[in-house]
């Protein structure tokens, strides 16, 4: 789904082509879940539920935001790529 909607938001709003907006659509599905997986692997291996109690119910900061940790440097590069070097 992410990919079906990057290609139409992606294309309109970045001025990049249904193609290459499917394609950063893909990128953030993929790599959104594997960081998400990462995560939990590794909290798996510590032996803990969650980062912190920040935010109770929730985990820390860091549970929340799991999935961006990995997915932001790949959507920087693919954009840096996609755009010829200018953001």
């Keep these: 789904f992410t990919t079906i909607l990057g290609s139409l938001f992606y294309s309109q709003a970045l001025h990049l082509s249904y193609f290459e907006g499917a394609l950063l659509g ?14 939990s692997v590794v909290k798996r291996y510590f032996g803990t539920k969650d980062f912190s109690e920040a935010l109770p119910g929730h985990g820390g900061y860091l549970d929340r935001l799991d999935s961006l940790i990995l997915t932001a440097p790949v959507v920087f590069y693919a954009l840096l790529f996609l755009k010829g070097g200018h953001l």
């Design 26 to 39: 893909l990128l953030i599905s993929v790599f959104g879940i594997q960081g998400d997986l990462y995560f």
